[in-house]
C-alpha cells in the first residue's frame, strides 16, 4: 500500500509508517470507542468514521481482496452498539442494517475524465435522518410558536 511508503510518524522517531502501527492504533481507537460504548447516553447513538467499520461494505468485487482489510474492519460487534454509523472511503454506496444500527456509506467516489462522478449512486442531496432521535434542548430547533 501506498500509505506505507508515503506516511511517516513523528511521535517517537521519524520514521515510515508500518503495519503493525496501523494495527496498534486500530486496536487503541477500538478500545476507545468500546469505552464510549459503555458510558451513559441519552441519546441515540452516531460513530462517523473514514473506513467502514464491517466487509458488507465491501463491494462484492473487492470482496476477496485482501486489500479490502484496508478499507474495512470487522466491527460488527461494536457496529451493533450504535444506532447509525456513517463512513466513507469507498467508493460505493451502502445502506445496510446490522442489528439496530444502519450503516450508511455515500461517496462520490472519484471524478471521472467524462466530468461525472465515480459513483453513479451517489447522492448529494442525501439526508439521513437519526433514528429514535427524541431531540433535546441543545440539539432540537425551537418550534415556532402557533
Ligand atoms: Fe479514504
Known amino acids: 500500500m501506498t500509505d506505507y511508503k508515503r506516511i511517516r ?3 517517537k522517531d521519524y520514521r515510515k509508517m508500518l503495519p503493525s502501527d ?3 492504533f486500530h ?3 477500538k478500545s476507545w470507542l468500546k469505552q464510549k460504548f459503555a458510558e ?7 460513530v462517523i468514521t473514514h473506513t467502514a467499520p464491517s466487509m458488507l461494505s465491501v463491494a462484492g468485487e473487492f470482496a476477496a481482496d485482501t486489500v479490502s482489510a484496508a478499507y474495512a474492519s ?6 451493533c452498539e450504535a444506532d447509525l454509523w456513517i463512513h466513507g472511503h469507498m ?3 451502502f445502506d445496510y442494517r446490522i442489528g439496530k444500527c444502519r450503516v450508511v456509506c455515500n461517496p462520490c467516489g472519484y471524478m471521472t475524465r467524462g466530468g461525472t462522478n465515480e459513483n453513479r449512486r451517489f447522492d448529494p442531496n ?3 435522518e437519526i433514528p429514535g432521535d427524541q431531540g433535546t434542548a441543545a440539539t432540537r430547533p425551537e418550534r415556532a410558536r402557533e
Open 40 to 46: 451513559p447516553f441519552a441519546g441515540p447513538t452516531v
Open 9 to 11: 510518524l513523528v511521535q
Open 126 to 128: 442525501f439526508i439521513v
Open 22 to 24: 496501523t494495527a496498534r
Open 27 to 29: 486496536a487503541s481507537q
Open 91 to 93: 467508493h460505493d454506496s
Open 74 to 79: 470487522r466491527l460488527d460487534d461494536l457496529v
